[in-house]
């Protein structure tokens, strides 16, 4: 059984740093999708970066380019997001989710794993 598992979340100042990391267990890691969604309360969970199995395909939403950076090494089966310059509208619960398919990696119903979730709050 897959499992995802982040770290990294917790309390910071407008403008300060994190880095989000997700091990993954169970499985091929190597071979899948991988991303990191967002909710926000009150909010859908919303995409905000994805690579493709082999990190040649990266994607970002708008509101993160040049301040966030998605990688991954499969040799440690983990993928992180680094967040700079952060902001208070950046506050939400961060999901990592792993995709079995290498299509349509920007749709949330692709994604057949998910981890439990870790909150970022960014104080302004």
């Known amino acids: 059984q897959v499992q995802l598992v982040e770290s990294g979340g917790g309390l910071v100042q407008a403008g300060g740093s994190l880095r989000l990391s997700c091990a993954a267990s169970?499985?091929?890691?190597?071979?899948?999708?991988m991303a990191w969604f967002r909710q926000a309360p009150g909010k859908e969970r919303d995409i905000v970066a994805a690579i493709n199995w082999r990190g040649t395909w990266i994607y970002y939403v708008d509101s993160v380019k040049g301040r966030f950076t998605i990688s991954r090494d499969n040799a440690k089966a983990t993928v992180y997001l680094q967040m700079n310059s952060l902001k208070a509208e950046d506050t939400a619960v961060y999901y990592c989710a792993g995709s079995e398919s290498t299509l349509g990696l920007l749709e949330r119903e692709r994604y057949d794993y998910w981890g439990q979730g870790t909150q970022v709050t960014v104080s302004s």
């Open positions: 169970g499985g091929p890691f190597n071979t899948y999708g």
